[in-house]
C-alpha cells in the first residue's frame, strides 16, 4: 500500500541520510499524480510519468555536481 511504501521511505531516507547519503526520492514525485504518472499495470511509467522521473534525477544530478 501507499501507506507501507511512504513509511518505509522515511525510515530509510533518515537512515542512510545520516550516513551521508544523498537520496532522489522518486516516489514523492511519482504520488503526486499516480494516475497521470502510472500506467494501467501499475507498474510502469506513462510518457510524462517518465519525463517526471527524468527532470528529478536530472536535477538531483546537478545538485551533486
Known amino acids: 500500500t501507499n501507506e507501507r511504501i511512504e513509511d518505509f521511505n522515511k ?3 533518515a537512515m542512510l541520510s545520516k550516513k ?11 504520488a503526486k499524480d499516480i494516475n497521470k504518472y502510472i500506467t494501467d499495470d501499475l507498474v ?13 534525477v536530472s536535477k538531483a544530478i546537478k545538485n551533486c555536481l
Open 44 to 56: 510502469h511509467l506513462t510518457d510524462e510519468g517518465t519525463k517526471a522521473a527524468a527532470t528529478s
Open 20 to 30: 551521508g547519503i544523498i537520496i532522489n526520492d522518486l516516489y514523492s514525485v511519482i
Open 11 to 13: 525510515k530509510v531516507t
